[in-house]
């Protein structure tokens, strides 16, 4: 099941940077912030992902609160090829029982606009 | 990047019939793999783990004769549908864990959208 809550929607001007909530209060210490993106009828796409620390990459920035019970993900400057479902996941990754098992919520439609 | 392939992207097939679905990693081995489902509208929903060398691990309320998984290399794993029905008609998206110790992305293949009439 699902471990995290993400608004239904959000808007974002194109040139401007979308900020996507998550928030994951039951998360465990071993736990990882996954960030992915589905693009309509696609398959999902890997975005960044985080234990405890901030992180940046090419695509977007992750924001972890310091008791880990919420991130944000940011795209600094969107453009309207990112208009998409954003999906926040926790998972312990490679390791643990679970094997790196991902159970996908409903995610957050983001729509950039010109 | 790691690319993971799906073959057919589409699929038509009558009541009755089994299809199968092949999911490939292309430039990398995976000792994992995972099938998904997505109905219209909805999210993804994890149905099973796929194993290379061993049994798939399904999850619950998942009928693993109804969705017979092989993971028979380390790049290639099949989903078949058995007896496929309309209600079977869905999006099923497969991905892969890379072998590389330093991965922990899955990368998804770009899903096989299937049909049954």
């Known amino acids: 099941d699902a471990k995290t809550t993400q608004p239904t929607s959000m808007d974002c001007a194109e040139g401007r940077a979308a900020n996507l909530p998550c928030n994951h209060s039951t998360i465990s210490g071993n736990e990882y912030v996954y960030w992915y993106r589905q693009i309509h009828s696609q398959g999902p796409q890997y975005i960044i992902h985080g234990l405890k620390n901030n992180e940046t990459n090419e695509m977007a920035s992750l924001i972890i609160t310091e008791d880990r019970k919420s991130s944000t993900l940011i795209l600094p400057h969107a453009t309207l090829r990112d208009t998409a479902v954003y999906y926040c996941i926790v998972s312990y990754g490679r390791g643990g029982s679970t094997l790196g098992r991902l159970y996908f919520g409903r995610g957050t439609q983001l729509t950039v606009w010109p | 990047g790691a690319v993971v392939s799906q073959h057919p992207s589409r699929v038509i097939c009558k009541s009755g019939t089994s299809v199968k679905i092949e999911c490939r990693s292309l430039d990398f081995q995976a000792t994992t793999m995972f099938w998904y489902r997505q109905f219209p509208k909805k999210s993804l929903m994890l149905m099973a783990t796929s194993n290379e060398g061993s049994k798939a691990t399904y999850e619950q309320g998942v009928e693993k004769d109804k969705f017979l998984i092989n993971h028979a290399s380390l790049t290639l794993s099949t989903l078949t549908v058995t007896s496929a029905h309309p209600e079977d008609s869905s999006f099923y998206i497969c991905?892969?864990?890379?072998?590389?110790?330093?991965?922990?992305?899955?990368?998804f293949g770009p899903g096989t959208r299937l049909t049954v009439t």
């Open positions: 991905s892969a864990l890379s072998l590389a110790a330093s991965t922990y992305e899955q990368y």
